[in-house]
């Protein structure tokens, strides 16, 4: 039977999203959306990732869950105390490291090796600095976004931004995108 609710979640997921609960952090991306980035993860073995907007980890734990021994993270956020959970959870893990400080300060800093995925979850990444974040995608990087349909908690203005934002993607020509009405709304692109 097509059940797209079974979704494996790891001792590590379970233990962030006690922490989470403690912290009454709520901006986690769904499990659907984690689901997707450790599937995209696996086809990327000794790949080198990018999350902006690590939170407390949870989608970070689904990254993790995909990657083989010879894979890499970034996980970027700007609060302290969101990120402390992951930083504390993943502290023995070589493949993971963690900025805290401005995305889009460490976007335009970066110059490092290119990024075979790129999950962008805050500001900096997906509504600012978009053009240099998927410039910093080797060819074949996947460049994923969610939150696209509109969600309950959105601001006033916030469904322009986004409309906006899809149009951009929609006409970028350095990437090959779809978009799913799934989740919280997916986009997924490819560069060229
Ligand atoms: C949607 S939450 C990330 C959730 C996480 N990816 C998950 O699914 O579990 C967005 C995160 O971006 C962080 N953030 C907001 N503005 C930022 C900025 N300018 N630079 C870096 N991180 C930022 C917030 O502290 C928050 O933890």
């Known amino acids: 039977m097509f059940d797209d609710s ?4 790891s001792a590590r997921h379970l233990q962030l999203m006690e922490k989470s609960k403690a912290l009454g952090f709520t901006m986690a991306s769904d499990l659907y959306t984690g689901s997707l980035l450790r599937t995209i993860a696996s086809s990327k073995p000794g790949g080198h990732f990018l999350e902006i907007g690590t939170g407390t980890g949870l989608s970070l734990s689904f990254l993790v869950g995909g ?6 993270v970034i996980s970027i956020d700007n609060s302290e105390e969101f ?9 023995d893990d070589k493949r993971i490291s963690f900025f805290c400080g401005d995305g889009g300060e460490w976007i335009q800093n970066y110059k490092g090796k290119p990024f ?4 962008a979850d805050a500001w900096p990444g997906k509504f600012n600095l978009r053009n240099e974040t998927i410039g910093l995608l080797v060819p074949g990087g996947f460049y994923i976004i969610d939150d696209l349909l509109p969600q309950p908690n959105w601001p006033e203005g916030h469904a322009a931004k986004v409309d906006v934002l899809i149009g951009e993607m929609q006409n970028d020509p350095r990437l090959n995108i779809t978009m799913i009405h799934w ?6 692109a490819v560069r060229k």
Not at 6 to 9: Q, T, Y
Not at 67 to 72: H, Q, R, V
Not at 116 to 119: A, E, G, R, T
């Open 6 to 9: 079974r979704i494996v979640l």
């Open 67 to 72: 990657m083989d021994e010879s894979s890499s």
């Open 83 to 91: 990120q402390q959970p992951a930083v504390e959870h993943f502290k």
């Open 116 to 119: 075979d995925l790129i999950f």
């Open 183 to 188: 989740s919280t709304g997916i986009c997924i």
